[in-house]
T-cell receptor
């Protein structure tokens, strides 16, 4: 069990640029989640996948955000035309579908938009 | 809309003290509640998960209780240690919101040697 892996750990970009983050879930996990966390706040749900299907998206996920999970394995989160308000920690989590579903989080990608 | 509140926002205690962290939620129609630990700049580590039909869960020095009808949960930490210093977050999964978790803002705990 190598845990949930996120890349990169840190990303600094200029306003208006596009950024892409990657998440590799625990290998047998069929659900994958993206959350966003700002300083001093709890994580906010963005979207989740069951296998390759994107089943739910938050209203926080504007049309500048897109997430994919091809083949039900790793996932990418892309932010187009970044804004300073996008600065946050982007967290990925994975889980197995079961009654006592527990989420396992990665260490996150810290995005700073200058 | 489900709202989750954690009190206190920050807590500082001497080593060895027993302590209680509180979590409340506005909609009692939850499927389960989960407590997490987060170290600075890191992801979240799951500590305990309580199903809506359960009253409590224990793991080592940690005990979490759930009173679904009153919309409250507590995390009890016995014999606190400096290594327990972290932010503790509770999150609820509603019965009707699919699979998303709604988080509180967390309690930042400092255990002083």
């Amino acid at each position: 069990d190598t845990g949930v892996s996120q890349d990169p750990r840190h990303k600094i970009t200029k306003r208006g640029q596009n950024v892409t983050f990657r998440c590799d879930p625990i290998s047998e996990h069929n659900r994958l989640y993206w959350y966003r966390q700002t300083l001093g706040q709890g994580p906010e749900f963005l979207t989740y996948f069951q296998n390759e299907a994107q089943l739910e998206k938050s209203r926080l996920l504007s049309d500048r955000f897109s997430a994919e999970r091809p083949k039900g394995s790793f996932s990418t989160l892309e932010i187009q035309r970044t804004e300073q308000g996008d600065s946050a920690m982007y967290l990925c989590a994975s889980s197995l579908i079961r009654k006592n579903e527990k989420l396992f989080f990665g260490s996150g990608t810290q995005l700073s938009v200058l | 809309k489900q709202e989750v509140t954690q009190i206190p926002a920050a807590l500082s205690v001497p080593e060895g003290e027993n302590l209680v962290l509180n979590c409340s939620f506005t909609d009692s129609a939850i499927y389960n509640l989960q407590w997490f630990r987060q170290d600075p700049g890191k992801g979240l580590t799951s500590l305990l998960l309580i199903q809506s039909s359960q009253r409590e869960q224990t793991s080592g020095r940690l005990n979490a209780s759930l009173d679904k009808s009153s919309g409250r949960s507590t995390l009890y930490i016995a014999a606190s240690q400096p290594g327990d210093s972290a932010t503790y977050l509770c999150a609820v999964r509603r019965e009707t919101s699919g699979s998303r978790l709604t988080f509180g803002e967390g309690t930042q705990l400092t255990v002083n040697p």
